[in-house]
Structures are given as structure tokens and as C-alpha cells.
């Protein structure tokens, strides 16, 4: 009887791993087809099968491996129709091909190495598909207008060479009840079968807290909607979320999101950074460090534009930059704090302006200017 039980306990094991065998041949024919439900279900049977068949669930991460690499070689594809609402007939999302890759966002050095691992993690994903890893599914952006969240998006798509689909809100967001939910899944579902980066930009209007008594029912269902969508995110995708006001987001969303990177205000480094970048070849007429106490809080959009104006000014009066900057000082100094305007003062001064000149510019008296140059 024991000798029965092992011969068929020995069957029903060959049984076992012929069964096996034959998932792993449907999987590979399967993958070809690039379909992102089976890629991501195929995933689910490595991690059940890691214990107990550790050399199949090797076999499927290998094949999964494979399968990434082959969509990675994808080039020139042409994008499919995008969706539209069925009401206004307006496409849902914006679709960008690969900007160039020449101008890199100015980020701080903890930051820029974030950003760097995410695009460095989706160059390599096949290697990590094969260790049964997956790289960076999904990200939150936050941080002030202006700081470089949708530039450093679009760097990544860029760096990667995919295209870029942005969620269009105006046309997203129905006044029908049950139509904004509808919209928003079939952008979702167009990106999961795309091989773009999706950005969902103004993140915070799609995903406020569902404590808000202020909303609407639907537009805390639309919280629910994007928890499951996050949660079942496909590797092979990359979905980025960008938010100027992180407070309204419900509490949930959070820790969905696999990396969460803060872009804060530039410090002086990279206001100095920045203003050279945007005077171009005016960077030598203008005092770097007069700007960088001039721009002190303000975000790179800011500072861009203000330098605009001084350039376009330049043009129009046919005056060097050098020559209409001070119009630029004049109309932001009045705006600084007290203890700015001081710093900003004596920079002045240590780049030789007269103390006359700096008081008319800043406010800041010349027995103020004698005494601080005496201390």
C-alpha cells in the first residue's frame, strides 16, 4: 500500500509539473501579443509559484523579461485614437511625441538622483524582471507652481523615448453625473495599452480628500476609482501624478504611489543656475548675485518670465540688458521683505552701485547702507 500511495503521489507530481510545463509554453505565445493584462497576471502566478516551483517562476520572470525588451525596441509606432468624450466629441488627453532631451530640468542634487533612478530603473527593467522585480510603477510629484514637476515629467519621457500623454481636465471633468469617472477610466485604460508616460497633471482636482463636505459624490468616487487604478498599475506603464497643493489630496492616495518626490522652491545655487540658463547670452551683464537676492522664494517660472521682460525690454529699447535691468529691481524690490531688501541693498552696493542709486531702488536708507558697511 505505501509503495501504491508513492507511485501515485510520483504521478500525480510528474502530472503536476507537465501542467506547469505547459502554463509556462501558454505564457510565452501569450506575451507576444504584448498584452498588458496577461503580462501583469503572469506576474501574480511567479510570486504564487516562488516557494513551491521556484524554477517556473524563474521561467515566466525570464519570459517576462523578454517580452519588456521587445516593447522597449518599439520605435515609430504611431499612436492609437485617442479617447474623446462622447458629449463634446473632445479628446481626453494630450499626446506628445518624445521631446528633445537637450535642456534638463535645474533640480536640486537629492532630487535630480530620484528622478534619475526612476528612468534608470525603466532602462534596465528587463534585468529586473528577471530578479522578479519590476521597476517604478508610479510617482507623485508635489510642490509649488512652477518648480519643475511637468518639465522633469517630460525629461523622463523624453530619456526614455515615449511618448507623453497628459489628462486634459477640461475636457475630463463632465458636468454630466457619471460621465467625469467614465472619462477618466477610458484615458487610464488608453495609457495602460500605450507605451507612454501618463501624467495626470492638477493631480489634487481628480483626488481631494473624501472628508471634503464641499464635493460632489461623484468626484469622491473618482478617489476610489484612482486607488484601484494605482494599485493595479502595469510595470510596463508609468504613471505620473503632479500636484501644486498636496494638502487636498485624500489621505489614501499616498501610499499608492511607489515614489513620492517634493520639488521645494530653488534655493540660491540654483536661482543663480537658472538666471544664467535664461539670460542666455546676456548671462555676463547682468550681476548673478544681485538676481539670486532679487529672486529669493520665488520659483523657476518666475524667474524665467521676470528675465523675459528684461530681455524684451532690451530689444524694444534697443538698450543692452545691463542697461534696463534696474526696471526689473525697481518693480520686484518693493515686494521683498524687509530683511530681503537689506540683503539685496548691499549687494548693490558691493557691485558698486552708488548708495543714492541703491536707495532709490530699495527703500533702504543711506545712514542704514553707512552703518551696516561700517559693521
Not at 535642456?103 to 534596465?124: C, G, H, V
Not at 547670452?281 to 548675485?289: F, H, K, Q, R
Request: proline share 5%.
Amino acid at each position: 500500500m505505501d509503495d501504491a500511495r508513492d507511485d501515485r503521489g510520483d504521478t500525480n507530481v510528474g502530472y503536476s509539473g507537465k501542467l506547469e510545463s505547459y502554463l509556462v509554453q501558454l505564457v510565452r505565445l501569450a506575451l507576444s501579443a504584448r498584452s498588458q493584462d496577461v503580462q501583469l497576471f503572469v506576474r501574480r502566478i511567479a510570486r504564487d509559484l516562488r516557494q513551491h516551483s521556484p524554477s517556473v517562476a524563474s521561467e515566466l520572470n525570464g519570459y517576462l523579461g523578454s517580452s519588456v525588451s521587445h516593447v522597449l525596441r518599439r520605435t515609430g509606432s504611431q499612436a492609437t485614437a485617442l479617447p474623446v468624450d462622447t458629449e463634446s466629441r473632445l479628446q481626453l488627453a494630450k499626446y506628445e511625441e518624445p521631446p528633445p532631451t537637450n535642456i534638463s530640468p535645474i533640480l536640486r542634487s537629492d532630487i535630480s538622483a530620484k528622478i534619475q533612478r526612476i528612468t534608470s530603473e525603466r532602462l534596465r527593467e528587463a534585468e529586473l524582471y528577471r530578479a522578479d522585480l519590476h521597476p517604478t510603477r508610479t510617482a507623485l510629484f508635489t510642490g509649488p507652481p512652477g518648480v519643475g514637476k511637468t518639465l522633469a515629467t517630460r525629461w523622463i519621457a523624453a530619456t526614455l523615448r515615449r511618448p507623453l500623454v497628459t489628462l486634459d481636465l477640461s475636457a475630463v471633468m463632465s458636468s454630466f453625473l457619471g460621465r467625469t469617472g467614465n472619462n477618466l477610466r477610458q484615458v487610464l485604460d488608453y495609457a495602460k495599452t500605450t507605451n507612454c508616460v501618463l501624467l495626470l497633471d492638477e493631480f489634487d482636482a481628480i483626488a481631494k480628500r473624501r472628508d471634503d463636505t464641499s464635493e460632489l459624490g461623484e468626484l469622491k468616487r473618482l478617489v476610489t476609482v484612482l486607488l484601484q487604478e494605482i494599485d493595479d498599475w502595469p510595470p510596463s506603464g508609468l504613471l505620473i501624478a503632479a500636484t501644486n497643493h498636496a494638502a487636498l489630496l485624500d489621505p489614501a492616495i499616498w501610499r499608492r504611489f511607489e515614489a513620492v518626490v517634493e520639488f521645494p522652491l530653488p534655493d540660491d545655487n540654483l536661482i543663480e543656475l537658472a538666471a544664467r540658463r535664461f539670460l542666455g547670452t546676456d548671462a555676463d551683464a547682468v550681476p548673478t548675485s544681485a538676481l539670486v537676492a532679487l529672486f529669493r522664494g520665488s520659483s523657476f517660472s518666475e524667474i524665467e518670465r521676470s528675465i523675459a521682460d528684461v530681455r524684451r525690454e532690451s530689444v524694444m529699447a534697443r538698450q543692452p540688458v545691463s542697461a534696463v535691468w534696474t526696471g526689473l529691481l525697481l518693480s520686484r524690490a518693493k515686494h521683498m521683505l524687509r530683511r530681503d531688501r537689506h540683503k539685496l541693498a548691499e549687494d548693490l552696493v558691493s557691485l558698486g552701485l552708488s548708495q543714492r542709486e541703491v536707495h532709490r531702488i530699495t527703500g533702504v536708507s543711506r545712514d542704514t547702507l553707512r552703518r551696516r558697511k561700517s559693521e
